[in-house]
């Protein structure tokens, strides 16, 4: 009986590992991956590890991380200790109150604290950045910091400081000499224990920030939500990080203890320089990297664009090469839905270039949140395609230029999907038992509604309720009885490996998974769909407009564009950019995903409609909800 004890704790303690480390594992692995699939492993290679050295997004991100962590966990450390210590010291009603004060914050949903910070900073009128995230860390980590502490303090004899003063001590010498030295262990466990909790934030942090301060939460966030394995090199780049610092702190004072029988304060004093060495030698890497050679010709030497943009949505160098040839510094900021930056233009959060899509800037222009282009300041508008100009959100382009465009469609596996049921069925080919268990929904209202409306012969724009209870009603059949599986982004690499038959996809994700995969095509119902594009504006409150035109004018040439297109696999507004990356030769050759439908009557683009939007919503979430009972 012991001995199938044994052997049971033994499975259960190997399942655990197993449990906790192979994702970590399997991370490492693909961060050395060679194509773009975070999912099949194609070849060594340290592309992504020299993409993240490049990137000043994810560069930046990882010194504001550690600095803000190393900042955070010095003084709530600090503070922490010393208000233990002191409220071991108050009377017993005093220190359970405050006790079960300092536990609150750490019961406390994390969503609900940051709502409060955001709201306490807003209230007087903090400028959020690096200091309102660093102030927030700071005063989450103090209370883990008294819980650790708290136990040492408790376990120490009563008397101890007392019986240090009446030999002599000051009392600054009985704190130091005497009751520092014996809580150091909970003084480190908590310090340890703040620097984690900093290091891990990403809920707090992204509602305490701004001005384009981001922590490593906060990038890899943005970048989950597109294909890039950077995430798993800067990941692991994190992981390597902490591996380091737990081994020093508690390798360190075990070779300390074997060399000599040094006195626990001497160690204790060991750490105080290192933390303040590591700190600098932070600050000095972060004045190497952001410091750089200015140039007299440079006509924006010293000033900064603020941009609003999808995350994962520029190109590997158009930052970089726009700050050396104007010597403007870029502060690029990233949301996942329109509707997301909606909110904060609404608030007047200050922007100078924002890249709404096209409902959207309709909505911007109609609430006068945008202001006029200076056309005598762009030379860019000859330069773009005729077919993306002109559109019914901003017929002359007076307030938007085209930054990229294309169709929504069917992504399908050749090898599953008869071209012949897609040529008869269109749109309703989801509801095609033959293939059910085998699809993919977008998690987009806009785009499923469309493409339940154009199943259905209705216009995607249409206000007539009746004819959006029926495309409701298709979406609850296609989810109820085809096993129907609603993904985001994780599409596009779930179709480049052939998991499912077909699904709902943009034109540029299925750009990209047609070059990962032959055997992957897409097709665009002849019944229409929609022609989106998403376009660079500039908000009325811009505080740098003549940057902004300068931008849009070197984000629409031809290097600019090919840089964006090339990386992201969208199709570019730049005619000769588009012809080049299509043609002979060119990275997205014979795959049709790349050139959006021009000749289609059906075609349409999306309109806004605030009433319309409000049912369309209402009734997606119902899909879901029928989505999830159907599971």
């Known amino acids: 009986m012991k001995k199938e004890r044994r052997i049971f704790g033994k499975i259960l303690?190997?399942?655990?590992?197993?449990?906790?480390?192979?994702?970590?594992?399997?991370?490492?692995?693909?961060?050395?991956?060679?194509?773009?699939?975070?999912?099949?492993?194609?070849?060594?290679?340290?592309r992504w590890y020299k993409h993240m050295l490049e990137s000043s997004d994810m560069m930046t991100a990882l010194y504001t991380t550690f600095s803000v962590a190393v900042l955070a966990t010095l003084i709530s450390t600090v503070v922490g200790t010393i208000a233990?210590?002191?409220?071991?010291?108050?009377?017993?009603?005093?220190?359970?109150?405050?006790?079960?004060?300092?536990?609150?914050?750490m019961m406390n949903p994390e969503i609900v604290t940051a709502i409060g910070f955001m709201l306490l900073f807003i209230t007087f009128q903090v400028e959020k950045g690096y200091v309102t995230m660093l102030l927030a860390h700071i005063a989450f980590c103090i209370p883990y910091v008294i819980l650790s502490v708290m136990p040492k303090i408790r376990a120490l004899d009563p008397n101890l400081a007392d019986a240090a003063m009446d030999l002599g001590a000051t009392p600054w010498k009985a704190l130091t000499k005497v009751i520092v030295p014996q809580i150091t262990p909970g003084i480190v466990s908590g310090a340890l224990i703040a620097f984690t909790m900093s290091v891990d934030d990403f809920i707090i942090s992204y509602f305490v920030t701004g001005q384009g301060?981001?922590?490593l939460s906060i990038v890899v966030y943005t970048m989950s939500k597109r294909v890039n394995p950077s995430i798993n090199a800067v990941s692991t780049l994190v992981v390597v990080i902490i591996?380091?610092?737990?081994?020093?702190?508690?390798?360190?004072?075990?070779?300390?203890?074997?060399?000599s029988a040094r006195s626990e304060l001497g160690r204790r004093k060991k750490f105080i320089p290192a933390a303040a060495g590591c700190l600098v030698l932070i600050i000095a890497v972060l004045a190497v990297y952001q410091g750089g050679a200015g140039g007299a010709d440079r006509p924006f030497e010293g000033q900064t664009l603020h941009i609003y943009n999808w995350?994962?949505?520029?190109?590997?160098?158009?930052?970089?090469?726009?700050?050396?040839?104007?010597?403007?510094?870029?502060?690029?900021?990233?949301?996942?839905?329109?509707?997301?930056?909606?909110?904060?233009?609404?608030n007047g959060e200050p922007y100078d270039i924002l890249v709404p899509s096209d409902y959207m800037i309709q909505r911007l222009i109609e609430e006068d949140?945008?202001?006029?282009?200076?056309?005598?300041?762009?030379?860019?508008?000859?330069?773009?395609?005729?077919?993306?100009?002109?559109?019914?959100?901003?017929?002359?382009?007076?307030?938007?230029?085209?930054?990229?465009?294309?169709?929504?469609?069917?992504?399908?596996?050749?090898?599953?999907?008869?071209?012949?049921?897609?040529?008869?069925?269109?749109?309703?080919?989801?509801?095609?038992?033959?293939?059910?268990?085998?699809?993919?929904?977008?998690?987009?209202?806009?785009?499923?509604?469309?493409m339940a409306l154009k199943a259905l012969g209705y216009s995607m724009n249409t206000e007539d309720e009746e004819e959006l209870q029926e495309a409701y009603e298709w979406?609850?059949?296609?989810?109820?009885?085809?096993?129907?599986?609603?993904?985001?982004?994780?599409?596009?690499?779930?179709?480049?490996?052939?998991?499912?038959?077909?699904?709902?996809?943009?034109?540029?994700?299925?750009?990209?998974?047609?070059?990962?995969?032959?055997?992957?095509?897409?097709?665009?119902?002849?019944?229409?769909?929609?022609?989106?594009?998403?376009?660079?504006?500039?908000?009325?409150?811009?505080?740098n407009p003549e940057l902004a035109h300068a931008f849009i004018n070197f984000a629409s040439d031809y290097d600019g564009a090919y840089d964006n297109s090339s990386y992201v696999g969208y199709t570019s507004a730049n005619e000769e950019v588009m012809e080049v990356l299509s043609g002979e030769g060119g990275d997205y050759e014979g795959i049709n995903a790349y050139i959006p439908r021009t000749d289609n009557e059906n075609d349409e683009v999306f309109v806004y409609n605030e009433d319309t939007k409000k049912i369309i919503s209402d009734l997606w979430s119902r899909v879901k909800i029928a989505a999830s009972n159907a599971d």
């Open 13 to 46: 303690m190997t399942l655990m590992v197993a449990f906790f480390y192979l994702p970590i594992i399997y991370m490492v692995v693909f961060s050395f991956n060679e194509s773009k699939s975070l999912t099949s492993f194609t070849g060594f290679s340290l």
């Open 84 to 105: 233990a210590i002191g409220l071991s010291s108050s009377r017993k009603v005093l220190r359970n109150i405050m006790e079960q004060v300092d536990n609150l914050p």
């Open 213 to 215: 301060v981001k922590n």
């Open 243 to 259: 591996t380091i610092v737990l081994l020093i702190v508690n390798i360190a004072p075990m070779i300390a203890a074997k060399k």
């Open 311 to 346: 995350g994962e949505y520029t190109g590997e160098n158009i930052i970089p090469d726009f700050e050396e040839e104007t010597g403007a510094k870029v502060v690029m900021e990233n949301f996942d839905s329109n509707e997301q930056m909606y909110i904060k233009v609404a």
């Open 369 to 450: 949140y945008l202001q006029k282009l200076d056309k005598s300041k762009l030379d860019c508008m000859e330069k773009l395609s005729d077919a993306v100009k002109g559109l019914p959100y901003d017929p002359d382009n007076d307030y938007s230029v085209p930054y990229f465009w294309g169709t929504v469609g069917i992504v399908y596996d050749k090898t599953k999907v008869d071209i012949e049921d897609l040529e008869r069925e269109g749109f309703n080919i989801f509801l095609d038992e033959k293939y059910k268990g085998d699809v993919y929904l977008y998690d987009s209202e806009r785009d499923s509604f469309m």
């Open 475 to 543: 979406l609850v059949r296609c989810v109820e009885t085809m096993d129907t599986e609603i993904v985001t982004d994780e599409i596009i690499d779930n179709m480049a490996q052939g998991r499912k038959a077909l699904g709902l996809i943009y034109s540029g994700d299925a750009t990209y998974v047609m070059a990962e995969n032959e055997n992957m095509g897409y097709y665009m119902p002849e019944p229409g769909t929609n022609l989106w594009s998403d376009a660079m504006v500039i908000p009325k409150n811009a505080q």
